[in-house]
């Protein structure tokens, strides 16, 4: 007899083979499709006994003990106990179905020998058919089928020699093993859909994650290549122009502020680079005193910044926050060297009632030509503080100036 705990075969999709509900069956795919459970009670273990056998096997009792009731010869011991080793087979049906449909049929020959009419005791041994078709290989069931369709015309003659009788008591063999192959079948069909839904998950997830990789080496390359190359020119040439200016204190300040400034953007990329190559899921850390040696970078002749940074109070501050806290400042700054002509800017960082505030401000003028034109910078700034449940306020404040605000809630990013 095959497992009916058997492995799935291998997906469809895999091999690109169509196979049948006969296949599935065939295969014996599904028959724990049902669960342990056999006719379906939860939490089932191969084989143990449930309230839902227990249930039918109550069930069928209760029917042959009206049969026995209600018909004309009474309730004789005999078939009183032939009845009752039905309803206690049937409760380890699923353990042993052969086994339990053997018993059944002979309880039920019983029963017949002594009864002029079985009635509703026949329900017994349909029950045991049923889980013979809808537990065991279809081979197997079809040769209990044949046996037992000779021995259901061996005891409608005991009784009958009426040809409608035999008919009818093969038909009950064959409608019962044949209810549970097709309730087989379809719980085979209905895993094997299953599998293949989850194969062509597996495929798509992998496909996704296959083009993520994929961009993540070209935005590497891309990295790499252009900007990596670019910024390492500018460090190049800045050390170079040093050698030439010295005496000249602003050009010095000037020069080694572009050099100080690139050799950390190329830090930064090639630490990007890396995430990016190795699909590293981590991102860049920042901490108070990585802000506060950012403003002092950018702060030289061409930008006097008057910073109000207390570090201490910043060390309980939650990574995500620090980092967007880095950006803002950058961005800000990084905004007022291309946009503005003001000489100074003022760099504001706090804790006020749960929220760190950052505020970026110059007094103005703008510039009649700036360095560069509009990107995406205080976009991308609006976009990292709303992830992290904070807002962002900029624009040109009452004077001729401009101001970033970020506020950014404690409590939300921890």
């Not at 799935?8 to 599935?24: E, I, K, Q, R, Y």
């Not at 910024?231 to 050698?243: E, F, G, M, P």
């Not at 503005?340 to 003028?365: K, M, Q, W, Y």
């Not at 703008?366 to 306020?393: C, M, N, Q, W, Y």
């Amino acid at each position: 007899m095959t497992s009916r705990n058997a492995a799935p075969p291998a997906s469809p999709v895999a091999g690109g083979a169509v196979h049948t509900a006969g296949d599935f069956a065939r295969s014996g795919l599904g028959r724990s499709g049902l669960g342990a459970g056999g006719l379906g009670a939860g939490g089932l273990g191969a084989g143990g006994i449930t309230l839902a056998d227990v249930v039918v096997g109550a069930l069928v009792g209760a029917l042959s003990a009206l049969q026995l009731v209600i018909g004309d010869a009474g309730a004789p011991p005999l078939a009183v106990a032939a009845a009752a080793v039905t309803a206690l087979a049937l409760v380890v049906r699923r353990a042993a179905p052969i086994a339990v449909a053997v018993v059944c049929l002979g309880a039920f020959a019983v029963v017949v020998a002594v009864l002029d009419e079985p009635g509703l005791v026949q329900a017994g041994p349909m029950v045991a058919l049923y889980t013979v078709g809808q537990r065991v290989a279809p081979r197997t069931a079809a040769l209990v089928a044949a046996v037992c369709g000779v021995i259901a015309v061996g005891l409608v003659a005991i009784d009958t020699e009426s040809s409608t009788d035999i008919v009818t008591g093969v038909l009950l063999v064959v409608v019962s093993i044949a209810g549970g192959q097709a309730v087989a079948s379809r719980h085979a069909l209905v895993a094997a859909l299953e599998g293949r839904v989850d194969a062509l998950r597996t495929a798509q997830d992998l496909e996704v994650e296959r083009r993520v990789l994929e961009d993540r080496l070209r935005l590497a390359h891309e990295l790499h290549d252009v900007i990596a190359h670019t910024i390492t020119v500018v460090n190049l040439q800045s050390s170079v122009a040093l050698r030439h200016v010295k005496g000249n204190e602003p050009a010095e300040a000037a020069l080694g502020s572009i050099r100080t400034a690139s050799a950390q953007a190329l830090d930064e990329l090639r630490t990007m680079v890396g995430l990016l190559r190795s699909g590293d899921e981590q991102v860049p850390v920042a901490s108070a005193r990585s802000i506060v040696e950012l403003v002092r970078s950018l702060d030289g002749p061409r930008l006097a910044i008057r910073a109000s940074i207390d570090e201490a109070l910043l060390e309980d501050v939650p990574p995500a926050v620090l980092l967007a806290t880095h950006r803002i400042v950058q961005e800000g700054l990084t905004n007022i060297v291309r946009h503005s002509a003001a000489g100074r800017a003022d760099v504001a960082i706090g804790v006020d009632e749960g929220a760190l505030t950052v505020e970026v401000r110059d007094p103005g003028p703008a510039k009649d030509h700036p360095t560069t034109v509009g990107g995406f910078g205080l976009a991308g700034i609006r976009e990292r503080v709303a992830v992290l449940g904070g807002s962002v306020v900029h624009g040109p404040d009452a004077g001729s100036g401009f101001t970033v605000r970020a506020t950014i809630p404690l409590a939300r990013s921890t």
